[in-house]
């Protein structure tokens, strides 16, 4: 099962308020398509530290309720926080980085249809 979401154009809050993180802890987020290191502090989520590198990441919602900006962990325990994921996509690996985080302090993840191929070294393509 492949946890990549459609790719759609990214789009902008409704103007609402994001709720803020709670009992959030810092962690270290692995872009396994690029070998990047996002250290993502505990009151940020990973999307919003990931959109500053790739503004085209697709999302939505920003309250893991659409799985527009849905990702893949390949290493490390996550710490959902959706309300959309269902338990085959969770144990399939999907995560949701607008409000998911890490269980632990890293998380290596795969981005599939949400990077530009140029932001890929060749070797991890
Ligand atoms: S942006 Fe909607 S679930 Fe993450």
Redesign the pocket.
């Given at each position: 099962m492949a946890c990549a979401a459609e790719p759609t154009s990214s789009s902008t809050p409704n103007g609402s308020p994001l709720p803020p993180v709670i009992d959030g802890r810092a962690f270290t987020l692995e872009l396994a398509n690029t070998g990047e290191v996002f250290e993502i502090p505990a009151d940020r989520s990973a999307?919003d530290v990931l959109a500053e590198t790739y503004p085209g990441i697709p999302?939505?919602?920003?309250?893991?309720?659409?799985?527009?900006?849905k990702l893949t962990v390949v290493d490390g325990e996550a710490d959902h926080r959706?309300g959309?994921l269902t338990a085959a996509e969770r144990d399939a690996g999907c995560l949701?980085?607008?409000?998911s985080r890490a269980a632990g302090d890293r998380l290596v993840v795969r981005a599939d249809l949400h990077l530009p191929s140029t932001a890929i070294p060749e070797e991890k393509r």
């Open positions: 999307l999302y939505s919602c920003r309250r893991g309720f659409c799985g527009t900006c959706d959309s949701l980085p607008c409000v």
